[in-house]
């Protein structure tokens, strides 16, 4: 499966920004889809996952309670709403595919990877 990540930009502080994950090639609803991001100088860190049939997901606690993913089979497309955008939330972003029953949280598990999309968060 083909990712295309989008929906990135710079954004104040308390604001909102939604990623879009463009899937190709595959049965969409065959994958997990996760969000990771990598700010500068550090490792990947996972940000959240939906399961393949969309009704479960999971979040990394540094983003629950401000993030929601949801994904639209109809458009082969995964969303990450960010809302409360905070600085430290500064990084490019990445969205994955993992062929998996569970939901993985860890970015070994995960095969297809789609291009970054930069999100820059001003104080």
């Not at 595959?26 to 990598?38: A, E, L």
């Not at 990394?60 to 949801?70: C, E, L, M, N, P």
């Not at 998996?100 to 095969?111: E, G, K, Q």
Request: proline residues 2%; contains cysteine; positive net charge.
């Amino acid at each position: 499966v083909q990712l295309q990540a989008s929906g990135g930009g710079l954004v104040q502080a308390g604001g909102s920004l939604r990623l879009s994950c463009v899937a190709s090639g595959r049965i969409f609803s065959d994958y997990v889809i996760g969000w990771f991001r990598q700010a500068p100088g550090k490792g990947r860190e996972f940000a959240a996952a939906v399961s393949r049939s969309g009704g479960y997901t999971v979040y990394g606690d540094s983003v629950k309670g401000r993030f929601t993913i949801f994904r639209d089979h109809a458009k082969n497309t995964a969303y990450l709403q960010m809302n409360n955008l905070e600085p430290e939330d500064t990084a490019v972003y990445y969205c994955a595919a993992a062929d998996s029953i569970l939901i993985p949280t860890t970015d070994n598990a995960y095969h297809s990877w789609g291009r970054g999309t930069q999100v820059t968060v001003s104080s």
